[in-house]
């Protein structure tokens, strides 16, 4: 009975609003997304105002009682995306998720690709070399050409000509990607991940040759039905490629982990670092493939973290059953959504990887203390493998 006056309500709330917007202020429209910025605070220290469903803001919530109306980023059908404080309250829709765990051995397909992944041939000797990261700030390492092959670069652009760089993933078969569903999107233009380069560790290198041989085109985006960019459960995201991948030394899968009760306490994340060369004239930005050397924390101590001060603009709390933390590292920020979190396979295999999570919020530059905060892969395994490999 109460949750039915509460659709009523909201949905007097939703005729209400829309009438002033059309009545009123329909040419203020911002034309923003779901999850964009609509209004920055002065004070840098304090969360900026996103652009979030009617239902998920409390905050507007107790506002339209005393008829003041928020601004309106845009419209899903009739429902209202609205300008909302970041300090909005947790609502039942960003509330700790529970999901059933996947159980040690239940993996049908992801194990058994494993097993083909490792036995694909490797020459120790050729392993490359690494390039400098010349941003010292960053408390990160350069990686070896041919140490990560499975990384990925996710791009955004009409053309070849005109890609921007602004997404990680990992190749996890000879035609699919793992990534963010937050990389399905990027920058205020809005593209569609349509581009995915492969077997390089930095942008310089791209020529006529290697976009012939190791630049896909996205086919089908899929993300989870259950993301909601309002909060940042279910972040994961599957991209076909237009055609199958030939694997090589430097370009070869990576293997999943579908044991839920493995819970490694030191892991590797690998992230394209952008450097930045000035010219005369311009800047030239350059993505160089880099790694750090992580500790996972607990679920509540990562709570702990993110149920104090400025940390509340996420307005979620963290779920150790679908998310891992690691530890913050001083110097470091978290740059390239969609990235593997990955631990090294025992038995010697130097460039045999299992992801264990994905890249998907955390701390901005100017956050200290703040934990990085990863999509959990064994806890989806059995909606990858539907996709990918049934």
């Given at each position: 009975?109460?949750?039915?006056?509460?659709?009523?309500?909201?949905?007097?709330?939703?005729?209400?609003?829309?009438?002033?917007?059309?009545?009123?202020?329909?040419?203020?429209?911002?034309?923003?997304?779901?999850?964009?910025?609509?209004?920055?605070?002065?004070?840098?220290?304090?969360?900026?105002?996103?652009?979030?469903?009617?239902?998920?803001?409390?905050?507007?919530?107790?506002?339209?009682?005393?008829?003041?109306?928020?601004?309106?980023?845009?419209?899903?059908?009739?429902?209202?995306?609205?300008?909302?404080?970041?300090?909005?309250?947790?609502?039942?829709?960003?509330?700790?998720?529970?999901?059933?765990?996947?159980?040690?051995?239940?993996?049908?397909?992801?194990?058994?690709?494993?097993?083909?992944?490792?036995?694909?041939?490797?020459?120790?000797?050729?392993?490359?070399?690494?390039?400098?990261?010349?941003?010292?700030?960053?408390?990160?390492?350069?990686?070896?050409?041919?140490?990560?092959?499975?990384?990925?670069?996710?791009?955004?652009?009409?053309?070849?000509?005109?890609?921007?760089?602004?997404?990680?993933?990992?190749?996890?078969?000879?035609?699919?990607?793992?990534?963010?569903?937050?990389?399905?999107?990027?920058?205020?233009?809005?593209?569609?991940?349509?581009?995915?380069?492969?077997?390089?560790?930095?942008?310089?290198?791209i020529d006529d040759k290697d976009r012939q041989a190791n630049l896909y085109e996205i086919e089908k985006r899929v993300l989870h039905k259950?993301?909601?960019?309002?909060?940042?459960?279910?972040?994961?995201?599957?991209?076909?490629?237009?055609?199958?991948?030939?694997?090589?030394?430097?370009?070869?899968?990576?293997?999943?982990?579908?044991?839920?009760?493995?819970?490694?306490?030191?892991?590797?994340?690998?992230?394209?670092?952008?450097?930045?060369?000035?010219?005369?004239?311009?800047?030239?930005?350059?993505?160089?493939?880099?790694?750090?050397?992580?500790?996972?924390?607990?679920?509540?101590?990562?709570?702990?973290?993110?149920?104090?001060?400025?940390?509340?603009?996420?307005?979620?709390?963290?779920?150790?059953?679908s998310q891992i933390c690691t530890k913050y590292v001083e110097d470091t920020c978290v740059l390239d959504t969609g990235g593997p979190l990955?631990?090294?396979?025992?038995?010697?295999?130097?460039?045999?990887?299992?992801?264990?999570?994905?890249?998907?919020?955390?701390?901005?530059?100017?956050?200290?203390?703040?934990?990085?905060?990863?999509?959990?892969?064994?806890?989806?395994?059995?909606?990858?493998?539907?996709?990918?490999?049934?």
């Amino acid at each position: 009975m109460l949750l039915n006056c509460f659709k009523v309500c909201l949905l007097l709330f939703y005729i209400e609003y829309a009438s002033h917007i059309i009545l009123e202020s329909f040419g203020q429209i911002l034309e923003l997304d779901e999850g964009d910025v609509c209004k920055r605070t002065l004070d840098n220290s304090q969360p900026h105002h996103i652009c979030r469903h009617l239902k998920d803001c409390v905050a507007v919530h107790e506002s339209l009682k005393k008829r003041n109306y928020p601004r309106i980023c845009s419209f899903v059908g009739f429902e209202p995306i609205v300008c909302c404080p970041s300090y909005n309250k947790v609502t039942p829709t960003t509330s700790k998720i529970t999901l059933t765990p996947s159980k040690s051995g239940t993996s049908q397909y992801a194990a058994k690709m494993c097993n083909e992944y490792k036995k694909l041939p490797f020459d120790f000797l050729s392993l490359g070399f690494h390039e400098v990261n010349k941003n010292q700030n960053k408390n990160l390492n350069e990686a070896y050409y041919k140490e990560f092959p499975h990384m990925a670069l996710i791009g955004y652009g009409d053309s070849e000509n005109s890609i921007t760089w602004d997404c990680g993933g990992s190749l996890i078969s000879n035609r699919w990607i793992l990534s963010s569903a937050q990389c399905n999107k990027s920058g205020k233009s809005a593209n569609f991940a349509r581009w995915v380069l492969l077997g390089l560790i930095n942008t310089d290198w791209i020529d006529d040759k290697d976009r012939q041989a190791n630049l896909y085109e996205i086919e089908k985006r899929v993300l989870h039905k259950n993301y909601r960019p309002t909060s940042m459960y279910y972040d994961i995201a599957l991209f076909r490629l237009n055609r199958e991948v030939e694997f090589s030394e430097n370009i070869r899968p990576i293997c999943l982990n579908s044991d839920h009760l493995f819970n490694p306490t030191e892991v590797i994340a690998t992230e394209w670092d952008q450097n930045v060369t000035v010219y005369s004239n311009n800047k030239k930005q350059t993505k160089i493939l880099q790694k750090s050397m992580l500790s996972t924390i607990s679920e509540n101590e990562c709570n702990a973290v993110y149920s104090t001060g400025v940390n509340k603009q996420y307005g979620i709390q963290i779920s150790g059953d679908s998310q891992i933390c690691t530890k913050y590292v001083e110097d470091t920020c978290v740059l390239d959504t969609g990235g593997p979190l990955q631990v090294k396979n025992p038995g010697g295999e130097f460039t045999t990887y299992t992801q264990i999570g994905i890249i998907s919020f955390g701390k901005s530059c100017g956050y200290p203390g703040v934990p990085s905060v990863y999509t959990k892969v064994s806890a989806f395994i059995s909606w990858i493998e539907e996709n990918v490999w049934k």
